[in-house]
């Protein structure tokens, strides 16, 4: 065990700042996903970075949905950290350590190595949809655009179990799906 090492769930020992592809597991992501909550914990009720990931992967088309799935995978190793402060001038080393976790995620799962642009859109509107319904009207009204929300209100899964398991099943089905269509 190296010094910048950490435990995962499944008691893998990963280098978020030098990863390795091999030790990439989807359940270590799942899970440390399903634990962390959205927002900074400031929303009105539990809502998991999982759960974020799953419904961003729904709104992408069809070829980008496990990107989309996947998009915010380098939390699973960093944790999240509010957009101002990701921004931030001081707050690069970061940065750079998440595009690094992120480029080793998609070679383990082989998808490109940029995010695609569908899926930027996606977390752009989830993130109004989120802003619409996890928080107080008032607290929101001056930045959330009503044009970029969806219609149906989101209704939290309420604990880190069913954000797990709903983010392990969405994989599943999309590499499922990517399996038929390498057969074809």
Not at 45 to 64: L, Q
Request: charged share 30%; proline share 7%; glycine share 4%.
């Amino acid at each position: 065990m190296g010094f910048n090492d950490i435990h995962t769930s499944t008691g893998r020992l990963i280098n978020p700042l030098e990863p390795e592809p091999d030790n990439i597991d989807i359940r270590d992501i799942a899970h440390a996903l399903a634990m962390q909550v959205r927002w900074n914990g400031h929303a009105r009720d539990f809502y998991s970075v999982a759960e974020h990931c799953v419904r961003v992967s729904m709104i992408c088309p069809a070829k980008d949905a496990l990107y989309g799935l996947l998009h915010d995978a380098p939390e699973a190793y960093l944790s999240d950290v509010p957009g101002p402060i990701k921004k931030a001038e001081g707050f690069a080393f970061y940065r750079e350590a998440e595009a690094r976790l992120m480029a080793t995620i998609a070679k383990r799962f082989g998808l490109p190595e940029r995010i695609p642009a569908s899926v930027h859109r996606a977390d752009a509107i989830l993130l109004h949809t989120e802003a619409r319904d996890l928080f107080p009207s008032d607290h929101n009204k001056e930045w959330v655009d009503m044009a970029l929300t969806q219609p149906r209100r989101i209704a939290p899964l309420q604990s880190p179990k069913a954000a797990e398991a709903w983010f392990m099943e969405r994989f599943k089905a999309l590499e499922r799906r990517r399996a038929k269509e390498a057969a074809a």
